[in-house]
């Protein structure tokens, strides 16, 4: 079955720490993107890749960094420098193509809560 | 910039009655807009979407749309609601490439018996 896999589903962390979050797909998608969700807030994009070795910052990357040394891997590391970090946190993929009409696919997302 | 205005962060309607979800955008140039369906703890599903062509686009689960530029809206509708219905629903829009959605706040959907 091809999808988006995000791991784990809950992830307890004390405050202060470092913590990574996986994100696989095995859709061949050229893009991906790491959204925050907060109740009443909707979706927050963290960062995003277009391409192996390329991303972008999002709307709310401070505190938050990622890598892209593969296509079919886009993990999210949350640093300390994020002062809030508690949330839902939910990758994306998407094929590349010249004009804006492919939709996202989404992961299961990750929970997140820092003790 | 593109931007996202969904109306009413929780609506609440009877079995049976008539779904609508409130969606309007603000873009430069023509849009492609998404709904987007989320269950309590689970990933985003995509339910409809409007590239081109026909305005009015039907989607899985028995929802449509109706893209109308003039009103720069995207309302979701459903003639019947369903308690299997109850979720929190996200519209998106994107106007070119591969940049990525930009969402709105999302509607909770409750739907009583």
């Known amino acids: 079955d091809g999808g988006i896999t995000q791991s784990p589903k809950y992830l307890f962390r004390k405050e202060g720490q470092n913590v990574t979050l996986s994100c696989e797909q095995n859709?061949?998608?050229?893009?991906m993107y790491w959204y925050r969700q907060d109740p009443g807030q909707g979706l927050r994009l963290i960062y995003y890749?277009?391409?192996?070795?390329?991303?972008q910052k999002g709307d709310i990357a401070e505190g938050y960094s990622v890598s892209r040394e593969k296509k079919e891997s886009f993990p999210l590391t949350v640093t300390s420098a994020q002062k809030n970090p508690t949330a839902f946190y939910l990758c994306?993929?998407?094929?590349?193509?010249?004009?804006?009409?492919?939709?996202?696919?989404f992961g299961p997302g990750t929970r997140l809560t820092v003790l | 910039a593109q931007s996202v205005t969904q109306l009413g962060s929780h609506v609440s309607v009877s079995e049976g009655a008539l779904v609508l979800l409130r969606c309007n955008y603000s873009?430069?140039?023509?849009?492609?807009l998404f709904w987007y369906v989320q269950y309590p703890n689970q990933g985003l599903q995509l339910l409809l979407k409007?590239?081109?062509?026909?305005?009015l686009v039907k989607g899985i689960n028995g929802f449509e749309a109706e893209f109308k530029k003039s009103e720069t809206s995207f309302h979701l509708t459903k003639p019947s609601a369903h308690m299997s219905d109850a979720a929190e629903y996200f519209c998106?829009?994107?106007?070119?490439?591969?940049?990525?959605?930009?969402f709105g706040k999302g509607t909770r959907l409750s739907v009583i018996a």
């Open positions: 998106a829009v994107r106007t070119t490439g591969n940049t990525p959605l930009v």
């Open positions: 859709l061949n998608h050229d893009a």
């Open positions: 890749s277009q391409i192996v070795n390329d991303f």
């Open positions: 409007y590239t081109t062509g026909a305005t």
């Open positions: 994306a993929s998407s094929v590349k193509t010249s004009g804006g009409a492919n939709e996202q696919f």
């Open positions: 873009s430069s140039v023509p849009p492609y």
